[in-house]
């Protein structure tokens, strides 16, 4: 027997669907050659962005509301252990069950334990990132328990045995003959005549989910906060199908990741103004579900909330990059990134694409398995200005490559090189004799001559300047 | 006054006529302009690509250069918001809070060029005289690192026979990022080629910007593409006089 001295030295990392198969820059060639996925993609952020900062602009104290949120996160965070215990106390005194889970396997297990006991074979589920990330639906069908998705556009992707590549708009890489054609394959009782017309395809999907929520006792959700003081869960979508898993089933079962946590009731007025304007350009939410443990008589009685770290607890410990718990999945940095609007969702290999994923997935999982993504950014710094609660995102990212440089155990081509700029650049005459040398390469850099790699990728699409003849300290030195 | 230049090493290696342009227009109206020749680089590329540590030196150099002068102006946005936002942070990441704090105070007396002019020299008409029909973009750096907002613009207004023409979608990244146009190259071209066709859309004969490494990576682009539209930096079209 071991005798455990106060917090383990590294906490454990995130396991589940948090690391791609292939590189960013290796999985952003495929998406960057699918013209039809660029223009899906352009069209869908463009007309985001322009609804989201229209009612932005509407109110005269956003920049307070994000302070405000920003400083509400921070506050959390400082006080997480104490706040969670405070959740934990309220959700059991109202009737609920709590489970805390260490990660991803954890909190199948928990979840698919819970649906075994009720004795049924199918659940319905409330759009969640929490769930994408542990992989619970891979983990309940392993179980034989058939899970159905019941928002619109995870319900396309779920359909298309395909993956989500928004946090938002998860089907946002599908056009609308791809979803006839995924519906006619894969839905059951669906109409054959089935047209590609929106309403058309939201009548479909709408009988065929009736249907489901008027069959299915066991419902799963994510959450978008949890009020330590009342012990209260919050859900908000904009489909009235959260509603309706929140509400029918017997038994319901909320995962949430360790941060959704907030201290007070009041605290939710910020939330709920910032979230809806930043995320789907909407004044007001127009579907929020909240719930305090079991009512007798009303709604599921059974209810169990399982908390999840996978990984949260090792973010907390990087005092630069904690902010990145502050995020409350708006997708506004995604929407405004001129990298993820051409690279699409899917490059990031994890659940969390874009600027919060490129920060977030590194640090759930180490940065070493995930190491591409801290670089898949030009540092533009339009996602800190979206972000609802300044989540300083290009800082982290900085932060993040460096974390990776100094993890290398042996040197790097790149590190040497680096070293050896910094040291020329440190002495002045060797800087100046490296000049000397650049100018030399007006003979191997002419128009339209390739770089040798890794910078051929510049010389692909660019030409070089010429070096000047002259520069400028020369002609400092001779005036 | 007397203004210390912060030329940067692209402009000093490659760009020449940019940091030439900043002390012909700083002398034209009026000011002494020394150039600390103990400067190289602010290690910008450094700290951005993860290699913070190989910075300090870069930073220490930087801050030993400048320390002497009531004001140090730079013609590149990305290079002062390095100054201004990653130097002291590079010197707290390795204990050096001494350097740190001698950071802190050089970084809080250098500007960006339309800064300078605008916000501590209070000129908004140089007596520019350009005839040309131009489209400005705003780096990611100078627009939202150091909020230099419609200060460009507002010199360019004030240039004699210039022609501006309102670049589209002007507020988005072209693509470089430094050492990401290398690791990325291809989501960089991506984001280059849509800068581009709305560069080409405004008609101007001239793209201009406060960042000689965005104009070389949009130059090397509208080059390869034969478009004959130039790069020009800001600095350049202000030390333009019809003498010139």
């Not at chain 1, 899917?346 to 999982?365: D, F, N, R």
Request: glycine share 8%.
């Amino acid at each position: 027997m071991t005798t455990f001295l106060g917090m383990p030295a590294t906490a454990p990392r995130g396991v589940g669907n948090l690391r791609g198969d292939e590189s960013f820059p290796h999985a952003a060639r495929t998406a960057l050659g699918d013209a039809q996925l660029r223009r899906n993609l352009h069209h869908a952020t463009t007309t985001i962005r322009a609804k989201s900062a229209r009612v932005i602009d509407e109110l005269p104290d956003w920049q307070r509301l994000r302070d405000a949120g920003s400083a509400l996160k921070a506050y959390t965070m400082a006080n997480l252990p104490l706040l969670l215990e405070q959740l934990e106390e309220r959700v059991v005194a109202a009737g609920g069950v709590v489970h805390w889970a260490a990660d991803a396997n954890e909190a199948n297990r928990i979840v698919t334990e819970l649906v075994r006991a009720t004795g049924e074979q199918r659940v319905i589920k409330v759009k969640s990132m929490a769930t994408q990330e542990i992989g619970l639906n891979e983990a309940l069908e392993a179980a034989g328990i058939e899970p159905v998705e019941t928002d619109l556009a995870e319900l396309i992707v779920q359909l298309g045995h395909d993956k989500p590549s928004h946090i938002l708009v998860p089907a946002i890489h599908r056009n609308r003959a791809e979803i006839r054609e995924i519906f006619l394959r894969e839905m059951p009782g669906v109409d054959p005549a089935l047209t590609d017309e929106p309403a058309v395809l939201a009548g479909a999907a709408r009988r065929y989910l009736r249907e489901t929520f008027l069959r299915t006792k066991v419902a799963v959700s994510g959450a978008n906060f949890a009020v330590a003081e009342t012990g209260t869960l919050a859900v908000v979508e904009s489909e009235g199908n959260g509603r309706m898993c929140l509400t029918l089933p017997e038994t319901l079962i909320t995962v949430m990741g360790v941060e959704k946590v907030v201290p007070a009731w009041q605290d939710l007025e910020v939330f709920l103004q910032l979230l809806p304007r930043a995320s789907t350009g909407e004044r007001m939410n127009p579907y929020t579900s909240m719930w305090t443990g079991v009512t007798p008589g009303d709604g599921p009685q059974s209810f169990h909330l399982v908390l999840l770290d996978n990984g949260r607890s090792a973010v907390l410990a990087d005092e630069v990059g904690r902010q990145a718990l502050h995020c409350i999945r708006c997708s506004a940095c995604l929407n405004v990134c001129p990298v993820y609007e051409r690279a699409g969702g899917h490059a990031y290999g994890s659940v969390y694409p874009g600027p919060i994923g490129a920060i977030l997935s590194p640090m759930l999982t180490g940065v070493e398995d995930n190491a591409s993504l801290p670089y898949a950014s030009s540092l533009c710094g339009a996602c800190f200005d979206a972000c609802p609660v300044k989540i300083d995102i290009p800082a982290i990212l900085v932060h993040l490559r460096g974390e990776h440089v100094e993890a290398q155990k042996r040197p790097t081509p790149e590190g040497i090189a680096m070293a050896a700029a910094a040291y020329t650049m440190d002495h002045p005459r060797l800087y100046k004799a490296a000049q000397r040398a650049a100018r030399l390469s007006r003979l191997a850099g002419r128009r339209g001559r390739g770089l040798p790699p890794p910078l051929n990728g510049w010389t692909a699409g660019r030409d070089l300047p010429a070096p000047p003849k002259q520069t400028f300290r020369e002609w400092w030195a001779g005036r | 006054m007397r203004i210390a230049l912060f030329a940067t090493c692209l402009a000093d290696t490659m760009f020449p006529a940019a940091a030439k342009a900043t002390v012909q227009l700083l002398e034209r109206l009026g000011h002494e302009v020394v150039f600390p020749a103990e400067q190289t680089c602010c290690g910008q590329m450094h700290i951005n690509t993860g290699y913070q540590k190989d910075a300090v030196r870069l930073v220490r150099r930087h801050v030993r250069s400048f320390a002497p002068y009531d004001v140090v102006v730079a013609p590149s946005g990305s290079c002062v918001g390095a100054v201004r936002h990653q130097h002291a942070m590079v010197a707290r990441k390795f204990d050096d809070e001494r350097l740190a704090v001698r950071a802190e105070d050089v970084a809080s007396r250098t500007y960006e060029l339309s800064e300078l002019l605008v916000d501590v020299l209070k000129v908004e008409d140089v007596g520019a005289y350009y005839p040309h029909r131009v489209t400005y973009h705003p780096t990611c750096h100078s627009l939202r690192v150091l909020r230099v907002g419609d200060k460009p613009l507002r010199l360019l207004r004030n240039v004699r026979g210039l022609e501006l023409a309102e670049l589209p979608a002007a507020e988005q990244c072209c693509g470089f990022g430094g050492t990401f146009s290398i690791k990325n190259a291809d989501t960089s071209t991506a984001m280059l080629a849509d800068k581009m066709r709305h560069v080409l859309d405004t008609g101007a004969d001239v793209c201009t910007a406060g960042d000689s490494s965005c104009l070389m990576h949009i130059g090397g682009g509208l080059s390869r593409l034969r478009t004959g539209v130039r790069t020009v930096h800001l600095a350049e079209i202000l030390a333009s006089t019809e003498a010139s």
